[in-house]
């Protein structure tokens, strides 16, 4: 069974369009995140959401808006599609934001590209 | 902000052991956790240190100095597989996110 999941597994679309990623945790973690990782792998965090409530958000463009809908389900909604927005965009899940250990585990990845 | 620094590429042979290294310059640190990722793939968790000194999972091993604001991976018997990016990560904040290093680039060679 997968844990983590993500759709779609590649994005492929034009500048300025708007589109939307979806992660799902099948895990019964009350804690999600979405993370970018660019050309150079670079892994940088954008957002967390616990328990359907906002509780990280970084220096990221008001053109991306995190919505959970409920704790197993986290989506990511870009608007007006940049050149630099292309990069792998990952979805991961914990037990907490506070736990002893706080192992995230990932999902396969959205590898975006726009043209 | 945080800071963290790694090595962006190490080499060895297969049996071989390597030592990944990390240090960090950050505020409200909660531990160093590491993880690797194979190319087109997630990150996949390995090991978490809270407190000074050696973790060790199986061939892993994970060792912290919060007073030097240091840790180290050590990977043992390396077999191919082993080839990967490993990224050290510093939990921090009111929230305890993960911030991630830039990644060291593993090549175990036959």
């Known amino acids: ?115 | 902000g945080q800071s963290l620094e790694q090595p962006s590429e190490v080499t060895a042979v297969e049996g071989a052991i390597v030592q990944i290294n990390c240090t960090y310059q950050t505020s409200g640190f909660y531990g160093l956790s590491w993880y690797q990722q194979h190319d087109g793939g997630a990150p996949t968790f390995l090991s978490y240190n809270a407190l000074d000194g050696l973790e060790e999972t199986g061939r892993f091993s994970s060792f912290l100095s919060r007073s030097d604001s240091y840790g180290y991976l050590l990977l043992q018997e390396l077999q191919m597989k082993d080839s990967a990016s490993y990224f050290c990560a510093v939990r921090t904040g009111s929230a305890r996110q993960l911030t991630f290093g830039s990644g060291t680039q593993l090549t175990v060679l036959p």
């Open chain 1, 1 to 115: 069974d997968t844990a983590v999941s993500q759709t779609p597994k590649y994005l492929v679309t034009q500048m300025g369009n708007d589109k939307s990623i979806k992660c799902e945790q099948n895990l019964g973690h009350d804690t999600m995140y979405w993370y970018k990782q660019d050309s150079k792998k670079f892994l940088k965090i954008m957002f967390s959401y616990n328990n359907k409530e906002l509780i990280i958000n970084e220096t990221v463009p008001n053109r991306f808006s995190p919505k959970s809908p409920d704790k197993a389900h986290l989506n990511l909604h870009i608007n007006s599609l940049e050149l630099g927005d292309s990069a792998v965009y990952f979805c991961a899940s914990s037990q907490g934001s506070s736990g002893v250990y706080n192992e995230q585990f990932f999902g396969p990845g959205t590898r975006l590209t726009v043209l």
